[in-house]
């Protein structure tokens, strides 16, 4: 089977996609490793694409530039001539200028699209008009694809009532976001103090420091946790709101109790030695971060945002949900699982398997197997 994806993987210098970059890489190596014939199409600059360490050796590299007329009627062009292909489209635009395409390559090709947000919850963060214009096309062309995956049902209930995208194109399959290699990084030294010596409980999240993601309310929720207990904050991950969150932090007095060291190379071995695991973003399509804070067997607290994070830890089985926005329900939840006893490691690794790779794989390829639409 040979099996395309068409995605931002790289990126010009202000667009990352940090999430699905991964996405890609694990599907795509993990469809090689198969057997099955891959090629990832992006604008990426050229050089720094075909340099990919990650990828695959095995995995073709096609540049098509960027997005524009030229880069479309080339994404048409293999399209036509590679034959009896499945596209796999990611992030908005490139979902829509997939779709597009469909009524001109018709059964040559099988157009998937892939959704990774909430598009109804991450609204407050877009500008109004782009937002209108992202529901237009949404609601426009999403229809023409062979099928729509969702990274959570959420996700599909919000493409489905609120885009009216039809029922029947519609699927979920879960990010694979676990893997063995997560759980073997945990053995790994981790140099910070805080976790070298531990003498005091450690809250831990991840994330891009983006307003979406809730960390000025993981400050001021922890603020609260301060005022029963002695605690320390670790926030992993770099982003626009650094500045904002740096003066937040000084403005509370807690310079001493939380830290930020950015981007770290095993995020694992610090998810190890920690004790919690915090999430509080306004809106997750999926949430990667809190399988592997399953997998690290830490107590867990999240918010009920939408899309992933109920359905991850189903609807509070594996973790406690709170209310998004709200510091002080989040300080409660805090302080009650640090009081609780320890999580059962080895039944929350077993729910992080779920999330496995091989288990992605076997449902896009019983997808794929299907006939595309004429």
């Not at 695959?56 to 096609?62: A, N, S, T």
Request: charged share 25%; hydrophobic share 45%.
């Amino acid at each position: 089977m040979r099996i395309a994806f068409y995605c931002n993987l790289m990126g010009w210098p202000k667009k990352s996609g940090g999430g699905v970059r991964q996405w890609v890489l694990a599907l795509a190596n993990g469809l090689v490793a198969r057997g099955h014939t891959v090629d990832v199409l992006t604008e990426a600059p050229p050089a720094k694409f075909r340099d990919e360490p990650r990828l695959d050796p095995r995995i073709g590299r096609v540049v098509l530039g960027r997005r524009g007329p030229r880069a479309t009627r080339r994404l048409r062009d293999y399209l036509l001539e590679s034959g009896d292909v499945r596209l796999v489209a990611a992030l908005n635009d490139f979902n829509l200028t997939a779709a597009r395409l469909k009524p001109r390559v018709g059964a040559r090709a099988q157009i998937m699209l892939t959704q990774h947000e909430n598009l109804s919850g991450d609204r407050v963060w877009r500008k109004k008009l782009k937002y209108w214009l992202l529901g237009r096309a949404v609601r426009r062309d999403f229809r023409r694809a062979d099928s729509v995956v969702c990274v959570s049902h959420g996700v599909a209930d919000d493409l489905r009532e609120q885009f009216g995208v039809p029922a029947a194109l519609l699927h979920t399959i879960y990010n694979p976001a676990f893997s063995e290699d997560f759980v073997r990084g945990m053995d790994a030294p981790v140099e910070h103090a805080w976790l070298r010596d531990k003498t005091v409980p450690v809250v831990i999240a991840v994330g891009r420091l983006h307003p979406v993601k809730g960390f000025d309310d993981l400050l001021r929720a922890f603020a609260r946790l301060l005022e029963r207990r002695d605690a320390r904050l670790i926030i992993l991950g770099e982003g626009r709101s650094r500045a904002d969150l740096e003066a937040q932090v000084a403005r509370d007095g807690l310079t001493d109790k939380v830290a930020l060291p950015g981007r770290v190379e095993n995020v694992a071995a610090w998810m190890a030695r920690s004790d919690l695991f915090a999430l509080t973003s306004h809106a997750e399509g999926f949430g990667n971060a809190l399988v592997e804070g399953l997998a690290a067997g830490l107590r867990i607290v999240a918010t009920r945002c939408p899309s992933g994070p109920a359905e991850i830890l189903e609807d509070g089985r594996w973790g406690t949900l709170v209310p998004v926005g709200d510091p002080q329900a989040f300080a409660d939840a805090m302080d009650r699982a640090l009081s609780a006893p320890s999580p059962d490691r080895e039944a929350q690794l077993a729910r992080a398997r779920a999330f496995s790779l091989d288990a992605a794989l076997d449902q896009y390829l019983a997808l794929w197997s299907q006939a595309p639409r004429g």
